[in-house]
């Protein structure tokens, strides 16, 4: 298991999706930084470049302007220590929950008795071991973001990238896999980087929230949420305080026509 | 189960009703009722009937065999490179809708009056059903699968094992259901002209002997066979995609 998360760095950060009949920038000169085992929390509107940075960041686009840094090394495909989830889990569906938590060490070639090993405690781990033998379909939207969570963990990543990854499921589960997420961010010293539509679920688990203008996306704001993971935080004033505040930046980026 | 079966003895019982009421209806020696054709059906089995439907049975299972071989590798390979598909895509849409069965003629003088002229024949038809289906369906495989396992580490190889084969086989099923019911019909084609076996030669021959019960003997062959293709195909589909009736 890693003994720390990654960091990150972004500077100046531009990216532009060119097809043969246009170019669309998505994302321009986007600069933060992310401490090791600290969780970030990124909302904005629609089509603002989110997920385009997180793709980034997973070696899945490769970027020409500015800088991306984790760990001081550019991103590479398949990095070792970078998972990302995303918001319709990518689970495969012909594969049951072992055979899909297990998947990125096959990958890997790890050896069959490590495997076995790790797939096991991860299982046990999320509370999905009774499951291993059923097919993502046979599982409630929770059960299967466990699923994608346990995959991702599997590989002992440092880094974990998430787009809207609760976004689909009812209040309560989102609610419960928040805390479920926090518990194993903090238990683990993970570095996560979550991208979200809900103002309360980025108030909840970022550390700090960096608001995206659209389009193209740029950071407006990034704010402190010292409290974060305070006892009983859902229901602190300063919670709603942030809430609020994250809500008008969120409605400043609605009325400067800065949305597609 | 139980009531599958039942389900699908109930279907088979009102179109063997609808015949009769037609035949008694239109009282006329070409179309003969079922029970006559039943009759003649069991009585020819043995008297070389049965020869005929393996030979055919032969032919479509060969010709859907290599369809499956040419057709779904090359598939997969136009549908997840899009260079290659741009060059291809142009003559697939100009041969694809020409029916194959005016190269019957073309195919006899290259490669004969025997079976592999047929096969080939089915073949050409069956392997471009199997091969539009399997490029469109490995071109619209999820691009959110296939990001979060290369995210997992995943390589060419590993893409194609894991993502894109298994899921594309529940449309190579459907291309297979299309496809078996094409091949009978271009193998009735092909096995009558210039032919001396087969449940398309023998039907042709009953006809010319206005042998009507002894064709409809031969239709009901040609059903059958094909009722074994689809049959075998549901199982198969049943037995390997048993997640998509979750």
Same mark, same amino acid.
Do not use: C
């Given at each position: 298991m890693s003994s720390e998360g990654a960091s990150v760095a972004v500077r100046d950060l531009s990216f532009s999706y060119a097809s043969?009949?246009?170019?669309?920038?998505?994302?321009?000169?986007?600069?933060?930084?992310?401490?090791?085992?600290?969780?970030?929390?990124?909302?904005?509107?629609?089509?603002?470049?989110?997920?385009?940075?997180?793709?980034?960041?997973a070696g899945l686009l490769p970027f020409?302007?500015?800088?991306?840094?984790?760990?001081?090394?550019?991103?590479?495909?398949?990095?070792?220590?970078?998972?990302?989830?995303?918001?319709?889990?990518?689970?495969?569906?012909?594969?049951?929950?072992?055979?899909?938590?297990?998947?990125?060490m096959e990958i890997r070639r790890l050896p069959s008795p490590e495997i076995r090993a790790r797939g096991e405690k991860i299982l046990n781990e999320m509370g999905i071991a009774g499951a291993a033998k059923r097919y993502p379909a046979e599982l409630s939207g929770g059960q299967?973001?466990?699923?994608?969570?346990?995959?991702?963990l599997a590989t002992e990543p440092d880094l974990l990238l998430m787009d809207e990854p609760f976004s689909?499921?009812?209040?309560?589960?989102?609610?419960?896999?928040?805390?479920?997420?926090?518990?194993?961010?903090?238990?683990?010293?993970?570095?996560?980087?979550?991208?979200?539509?809900?103002?309360?679920?980025?108030?909840?688990?970022?550390?700090?929230?960096?608001?995206?203008?659209?389009?193209?996306?740029?950071?407006?704001?990034?704010?402190?949420?010292?409290l974060v993971g305070s006892a009983e935080y859902r229901k602190n004033d300063s919670f709603f305080h942030l809430c609020t505040e994250l809500r008008g930046a969120m409605e400043w980026n609605q009325t400067t026509g800065k949305i597609l | 189960m139980k009531k599958n079966i039942f389900r699908q003895i109930v279907s088979i019982a009102a179109l063997f009703a609808a015949w009769q009421f037609l035949a008694i209806l239109v009282a006329n020696p070409a179309l003969p009722t079922p029970g006559n054709a039943f009759m003649v059906f069991f009585r020819e089995i043995p008297a070389g009937l049965w020869n005929h439907f393996l030979i055919s049975g032969w032919r479509v299972l060969a010709s859907i065999l290599l369809s499956l071989l040419a057709g779904v590798p090359l598939?997969?390979?136009?549908?997840?490179?899009?260079?290659?598909?741009?060059?291809?895509?142009?003559m697939l849409y100009?041969?694809?809708?020409?029916?194959?069965?005016? /190269?019957?003629? %073309? @195919?006899?003088?290259?490669?004969?009056?025997? &079976?592999? !002229?047929?096969?080939?024949?089915?073949?050409? #038809?069956?392997? /471009?059903?199997? %091969? @539009?289906?399997?490029?469109?369906?490995?071109? &619209?495989? !999820?691009?959110?699968?296939?990001?979060?396992? #290369?995210?997992?580490?995943?390589?060419?190889?590993?893409?194609?094992?894991?993502?894109?084969?298994?899921?594309?086989?529940?449309d190579i099923f459907t291309a297979l259901r299309i496809g078996s019911g094409t091949a009978i019909a271009v193998l009735f084609f092909a096995e009558s002209i210039a032919?001396?076996?087969?449940?398309?030669?023998?039907?042709?021959?009953?006809?010319?002997?206005?042998?009507?019960?002894?064709?409809?003997?031969?239709?009901i062959a040609m059903g059958v066979l094909g009722y074994a293709l689809y049959l075998a195909i549901d199982i198969l589909d049943r037995k390997i995609c048993y997640w998509k009736r979750l």
């Open positions: 043969a009949e246009r170019r669309v920038e998505a994302i321009q000169e986007i600069t933060f930084s992310i401490e090791r085992g600290d969780i970030y929390t990124i909302i904005g509107p629609s089509a603002s470049g989110k997920s385009t940075l997180l793709y980034i960041l020409a302007s500015g800088e991306a840094l984790i760990n001081g090394e550019r991103p590479q495909p398949g990095r070792r220590a970078t998972s990302l989830i995303l918001q319709n889990y990518g689970l495969l569906p012909w594969k049951t929950v072992w055979q899909n938590v297990v998947l990125g299967q973001q466990r699923v994608a969570i346990a995959r991702s689909s499921l009812d209040a309560y589960s989102r609610e419960s896999m928040q805390e479920f997420l926090q518990e194993i961010q903090r238990k683990r010293g993970l570095t996560v980087i979550m991208v979200t539509h809900g103002i309360e679920e980025a108030a909840f688990l970022g550390r700090k929230i960096i608001v995206f203008a659209g389009h193209p996306g740029s950071v407006y704001r990034i704010f402190d949420n010292p | 598939g997969l390979w136009l549908g997840r490179e899009e260079k290659y598909d741009r060059f291809f895509a142009p100009l041969i694809y809708p020409i029916p194959k069965i005016v /190269f019957l003629p %073309l @195919v006899m003088v290259l490669f004969g009056l025997g &079976n592999f !002229s047929k096969i080939f024949l089915i073949t050409l #038809v069956v392997f /471009f059903q199997i %091969l @539009v289906t399997t490029r469109d369906a490995a071109r &619209n495989v !999820s691009q959110a699968m296939i990001l979060s396992v #290369v995210s997992l580490g995943a390589k060419r190889r590993d893409l194609y094992r894991h993502v894109i084969w298994p899921a594309i086989i529940p032919s001396s076996e087969g449940l398309g030669y023998y039907l042709m021959d009953a006809w010319s002997r206005y042998a009507y019960p002894e064709m409809f003997a031969g239709i």
